[in-house]
């Protein structure tokens, strides 16, 4: 099956600075990738998502890039603010409704 | 529209006895996945459900078993219990033919 990895497990920015996310994936046929924000106690949401035939996304501070040949996807945020802490999730699917999920990262950002 | 809504949220259980948690997805969603996270492991996929049919299962063993009902509602019961049971069970639900997920807020399972 799929095998999601996230890297670095924690990241710590200082506002307004940038923070960087990379996931790897296994499974060559993987065609959605999802980025899920999960703040303590509270349930994932997803953030943004790329599909295959996109190499890149952006929504407002937030940017995904995809690189198929190298299996590998990031999650950008620009101007990094207090409310972007939270534990972030990457994930992967090949179409069918089944998430792999990465094992999250905590970002933390310092004021 | 309403979001996706998990009923218990929060349940305590011991060994041996058996639980059932029920997942409304958003209005028109016919796809209800469950998962479970848990520290150690992360979200981990259990099953997927579309038209009342279990169409993708992950890896866990017979004893977490899912239903789904005409109006897209799930169900997911977790018989003879353990210990390392204890998790938050989230379920996500998604337009047909989409692959994005919305999940629910979770219920979380104690299992003494």
């Known amino acids: 099956g799929e095998n999601v990895e996230q890297h670095p497990s924690t990241l710590s920015v200082q506002e307004g600075d940038s923070a960087v996310i990379k996931c790897t994936y296994s499974d060559s046929a993987s065609n959605y990738f999802p980025w899920y924000k999960q703040e303590l106690g509270k349930r994932p949401q997803l953030i943004i998502d790329?599909?295959?035939?996109?190499g890149e996304k952006k929504d407002q501070r937030i940017a995904v890039t995809l690189n198929k040949t190298a299996k590998h996807f990031s999650l950008h945020i620009t101007e990094t603010q207090p409310e972007d802490s939270a534990v972030y999730f990457c994930?992967?699917?090949?179409?069918?409704?089944?998430?792999?999920f990465g094992k999250g990262n905590q970002v933390v950002v310092i004021p | 529209k309403a979001g996706v809504t998990q009923t218990p949220r929060y349940l305590i259980k011991t060994r041996g006895q058996q639980v059932t948690l029920s997942c409304s997805p958003i209005s028109g969603h016919r796809s209800v996945s469950w998962y479970q996270q848990t520290p150690g492991q992360g979200l981990q996929f259990l099953f997927e459900y579309f038209s009342e049919t279990q169409r993708n299962k992950g890896n866990f063993p017979g004893r977490f078993s899912g239903r789904q009902f005409s109006n897209s509602r799930s169900e997911m019961n977790v018989s003879t219990l353990e210990l390392g049971d204890s998790a938050l069970y989230l379920c996500?639900?998604?337009?047909?033919?989409?692959?994005?997920?919305?999940f629910g807020p979770g219920t979380r399972l104690t299992v003494l």
């Open positions: 790329i599909r295959s035939n996109v």
């Open positions: 996500a639900s998604s337009p047909a033919t989409e692959n994005e997920q919305f």
């Open positions: 994930a992967a699917s090949n179409g069918n409704n089944r998430l792999a």
